[in-house]
């Protein structure tokens, strides 16, 4: 399907993820991929922190609010907690965590799993994968705009996980 690949190989589309088994036959699925240079108790706290803010276009989903720029300290994610939050809303619910390696959550009847796959030399894979049973062309609707919009997520989550991993190993 067009849009249903980004920054992925051919075994990370082939893995298991966690919202495979929240959803059966679904006519969506799509992945998304990047390489991020910290280890993954880096990166994690700020994929926990998608519960606050939706780190994409924040002008677009987040009706111009700016998500955290820092890591706000907030507590391990939990199942039933809300998944996200854009526009002042409250979006979604976690239906699994494993703390440090994926969270899964459902919006709008999407199961999304964030996948942390530590690399060699302190770099993680953060993977991204989108299930949903819809139709068609409902389907191939959402994966465009999802790349668009889980793209620069991605590369946002990158870049500040990068950043504070630098600043909190830099010398004195």
């Not at 803010?53 to 998500?67: C, E, M, Q, T, V």
């Not at 300290?73 to 976690?94: C, H, K, N, W, Y």
Request: glycine share 8%; charged share 20%; net charge positive.
């Amino acid at each position: 399907m067009i849009g249903d690949r980004w920054g992925v190989s051919n075994s990370e589309t082939l893995r298991s993820y966690p919202c495979d088994d929240f959803v059966a036959s679904p006519m969506l699925q799509a992945w998304r991929g990047v390489r991020v240079e910290a280890p993954a108790e880096a990166v994690w706290p700020w994929v926990a922190q998608v519960r606050l803010a939706p780190y994409s276009y924040d002008w677009i989903d987040n009706f111009g609010r700016r998500s955290p720029r820092e890591l706000l300290g907030i507590s391990e994610p939990q199942v039933g907690d809300r998944f996200t939050t854009a526009g002042g809303r409250q979006l979604g619910r976690i239906v699994s965590v494993d703390p440090g390696k994926q969270l899964t959550g459902i919006i709008m009847g999407a199961v999304m799993s964030y996948v942390l796959v530590p690399q060699e030399h302190d770099a993680t894979r953060l993977l991204l994968k989108v299930v949903m049973r819809t139709s068609r062309w409902v389907a191939l609707g959402l994966s465009v705009g999802d790349l668009i919009m889980a793209r620069r997520q991605l590369l946002n989550l990158k870049q500040f996980s990068e950043r504070h991993h630098r600043q909190s190993t830099a010398p004195d």
